[in-house]
T-cell receptor, first 115, second 113 residues
Framework: SQTIHQWPATLVQPVGSPLSLECTVE??????LYWYRQAAGRGLQLLFY??????ISSEVPQNLSASRPQDRQFILSSKKLLLSDSGFYLC??????????????FGPGTRLTVL | SQQGEEDPQALSIQEGENATMNCSYK?????LQWYRQNSGRGLVHLIL?????REKHSGRLRVTLDTSKKSSSLLITASRAADTASYFC?????????????FGRGTSLIVHP
């Protein structure tokens, strides 16, 4: 069966510090991968998605970046965090190679607080 | 980009009652999905309804889709306290080579025991 992991679960970082959040998927190959951010009481904002190694699409311009160094690994990074980067970050995957829609499977999330 | 918007934003009911949530979207879709999120957790997929379907059932869940009105509803029958969560609809884009879903802001459901 497939599983998706995110770490860390919670993170408190000072403004201006770097960030690295990691997401890994097990039990599937060539998944589509997604990073979302959810502000308190709000919906999900799609940040990045990837359909393959090294292929990253950005939905919202900001001081965050994403990388996919391996097939089932998706990393969200920042060189300098802003207060507005605080939120709940969710990683998700869906079956790759599908032209249209498919179910997304979400990780447990990382709660980031920037002080 | 198109977006699903849930209505109401918050819903408070008693255990045993039915809960109805609505989702409206702006442009044509291939399908619409409903997800559930417990506080502080990831989203869990509930049900997918395709654009050529009008109604779908899964256990106590009933989803309808009206493409002419660009709206969908999620009905939870005989609600339980454990149904307390936020519920989101997600719509996709017609065509394209990848699945890029768009989520609404969600309906926060509280079921009082």
């Amino acid at each position: 069966s497939q599983t998706i992991h995110q770490w860390p679960a919670t993170l408190v970082q000072p403004v201006g510090s770097p960030l690295s959040l990691e997401c890994t998927v097990e039990g599937t190959s060539n998944p589509n991968l997604y990073w979302y951010r959810q502000a308190a009481g709000r919906g999900l904002q799609l940040l990045f998605y990837s359909v393959g190694i090294g292929q990253i699409s950005s939905e919202v311009p900001q001081n965050l970046s994403a990388s996919r160094p391996q097939d089932r690994q998706f990393i969200l990074s920042s060189k300098k965090l802003l207060l507005s980067d605080s939120g709940f970050y969710l990683c998700a995957w869906s079956v790759g190679g599908q032209g249209d829609s498919d179910t997304q499977y979400f990780g447990p999330g990382t709660r980031l607080t920037v002080l | 980009s198109q977006q699903g918007e849930e209505d109401p934003q918050a819903l408070s009911i008693q255990e045993g009652e039915n809960a109805t949530m609505n989702c409206s979207y702006k442009t044509s879709i291939n399908n619409l999905q409903w997800y559930r999120q417990n506080s502080g957790r990831g989203l869990v997929h509930l049900i997918l309804i395709r654009s050529n379907e009008r109604e779908k059932h899964s256990g106590r869940l009933r989803v309808t889709l009206d493409t002419s009105k660009k709206s969908s509803s999620l009905l939870i029958t005989a609600s339980r306290a454990a149904d307390t969560a936020s519920y989101f609809c997600a719509t996709d884009k017609v065509g394209g080579g990848s699945y890029i879903p768009t989520f609404g802001r969600g309906t926060s459901l509280i079921v009082h025991p």
